[in-house]
C-alpha cells in the first residue's frame, strides 16, 4: 500500500510556474515508478509525466516537453513537477500517481498505475 498526498497546485499567470510536489508514504518508494497526470472539466484523465525508481529515465507528453521537468527525491519519499511557462490549456486537477517499477513499458497508462493521490487543481489565467 502507498498513500500520496500532493501539494504545491494554485492559480498562476500564463508565462508563470507553479511547482508540484507529492509526499508518499507506505511501501519502498523505490519500488515504484511515479506519473504525474492532469484532467481537465469535461476531459479524460491524461498522462503528464513519469520518473523511474533511480531517476534515471523521465518522459513527458509532447504537450509538456521542454517546459516541465519531474524529478524525486528517494531520501525524502517525494516526487515534484516543476512548470514553466504555462499556459491556460495547462489548467487541471494534476494527480500523482504509482506503480511498480517493472515493467517501465506502459507507463505513460492511467491503467497501469495502482495507487492514486487526491489531485491538487492547477488554474492558468490569459
Known amino acids: 500500500q502507498v498513500q500520496l498526498v500532493e501539494s504545491g497546485g494554485g492559480l498562476v499567470q500564463a508565462g508563470g510556474s507553479l511547482r508540484l510536489s507529492c509526499a508518499a508514504s507506505?511501501?519502498?518508494?523505490?519500488?515504484?515508478?511515479m506519473g504525474w497526470f492532469r484532467q481537465a472539466p469535461g476531459k479524460e484523465r491524461e498522462f503528464v509525466a513519469f520518473?523511474?525508481?533511480?531517476?534515471?529515465?523521465?518522459y513527458y507528453a509532447d504537450s509538456v516537453k521542454g517546459r516541465f521537468a519531474i524529478s524525486r527525491d528517494n531520501a525524502k519519499n517525494t516526487v515534484h513537477l516543476q512548470m514553466d511557462s504555462l499556459k491556460p490549456e495547462d489548467t487541471a486537477v494534476y494527480y500523482c500517481?504509482?506503480?511498480?517499477?517493472?515493467?517501465?513499458?506502459?507507463?505513460?497508462?492511467?491503467?497501469?498505475?495502482?495507487?492514486w493521490g487526491q489531485g491538487t487543481q492547477v488554474t492558468v489565467s490569459s
Open positions: 520518473i523511474i525508481w533511480n531517476a534515471i529515465s523521465t
Open positions: 507506505g511501501d519502498t518508494f523505490t519500488s515504484y515508478t
Open positions: 500517481a504509482a506503480k511498480l517499477s517493472t515493467p517501465v513499458a506502459g507507463s505513460t497508462r492511467t491503467q497501469a498505475y495502482t495507487y
